[in-house]
């Protein structure tokens, strides 16, 4: 078994990282204050191929493999949570069921100005208010046929992206029936008519990563705007988000081990009773641990993507990777805070950000309740 990763993925690892080092991580502290999105770095990645990570290279993007899509965003979460967050939605969740399942029109319509930075981001609309996690029975956003088009009315809710993106695929009711195969995927270009967007929401961190409430107020888009199949628009996202599980739980690796970099800092410097706290054994388990379920939240996040690569099931391994480093983050991050005393609850030290960020990932993209749902199921069948 090679555990290395490839001279090519090494390179690319050294290349974000000294990105994220120069344009991203110095500004976190300033979007998390303002709420101001990084368009300055934001509009740089898409040379780098991060705006694109695997969009085929014929429509503009980088056709990477999912390893160095892990990457990038461990990278990026390791600058800044709110900017990779955003660029996490817009490459995994707003381009994804358009490469995966778009038509080859809505592809060359789209995909070349999203993946290189000439338009602006990409969004998935799922949710929807009182619907949580019950994708099958909770959506009701609706979408009717009149003559050639889909006629949208409905509402979500925690659209990332959403008002700073030129497309959003909508989640809908395409068959007031129900069942598995009354849902189905639509691309909605956010400057249709009818397409309402809320104020930014005020959370609790990521405050540089807006998400927005979407209305669709009999919004008209063409048929062809269809993603996929009309009615496999359950299974199409289903399919989505264990792609994007292995994403966010690459985000909070990435902002762990920043803590990670934080603590061993600060306990080298900081002195009590003599000698630097790095040398008293309750911090040194601190660090301990926080080495030890990083080093492995990171192979299992590997793992996974390695997984989906060979074209073998991976959904499981993605459910285990989200689940485990996403609570590993959040573990370092509170032992980060631990570590640095009274200083680490105050705004005057990054770990304090680092915390806010990453309470997220154990609810985004699948609960950690859910996602033990989903093990559980794969492995007692």
Known sequence: ?????????????????????????????????????????????????????????????????????????????????????????????????????????????????????????????????????????????????????????GAKMWATNAGIADTIIALCRTDPGGGSRSLTQILVPTDTPGVIMGKPEKKMGLNGSPTYAVTFDNVRVPLSNTV???????????????????????????????????????????????????????????????ATEIHAARHMLYWAAWLKDQGRHFATAAGMAKLFATEVSERVCRNAIQIHGGYGYSREFEVERMYRDTRLMTIGEGTSEINRLVIARSVLS
């Open 228 to 290: 996929g199949e009309e009615g496999k628009g359950l299974q199409q996202t289903l399919h989505t988000l264990s792609k994007g599980r292995v994403s966010i739980g690459a985000l909070a690796l990435g902002i762990a081990q920043a803590a990670y970099e934080a603590s061993i800092a600060y306990a080298k410097e900081r002195r009590t009773f003599g000698q630097p706290i790095s040398h008293h054994q309750a911090i040194q388990f601190m660090i301990a641990d926080m």
């Open 1 to 153: 078994m090679d555990f290395d990763l490839t001279r090519e993925q090494q390179e690319f690892r050294r290349i974000v990282h000294d990105f994220v080092a120069r344009e991203v991580r110095p500004q976190a502290r300033h979007v998390d204050e303002t709420g101001e999105f990084n368009w300055g770095a934001v509009h740089k990645m898409g040379p780098l191929g991060l705006l694109g990570l695997q969009v085929p290279e014929e429509y503009g993007g980088a056709g990477m493999d999912s390893i160095a899509a892990t990457i990038a965003i461990e990278e990026l979460g390791w600058g800044c949570g709110s900017t990779a967050l955003a660029v996490s939605a817009h490459n995994h969740l707003g381009q994804g069921p358009l490469v995966d399942f778009g038509s080859p029109a809505l592809k060359e319509r789209w995909l070349p100005q999203l993946a290189t930075g000439k338009g602006r981001l990409a969004c998935l609309a799922l949710t929807e208010p009182g619907a949580g996690s019950d994708l099958q029975g909770g959506v009701r956003t609706l979408a009717t046929r009149a003559g050639d088009e889909w006629v949208i009315n």
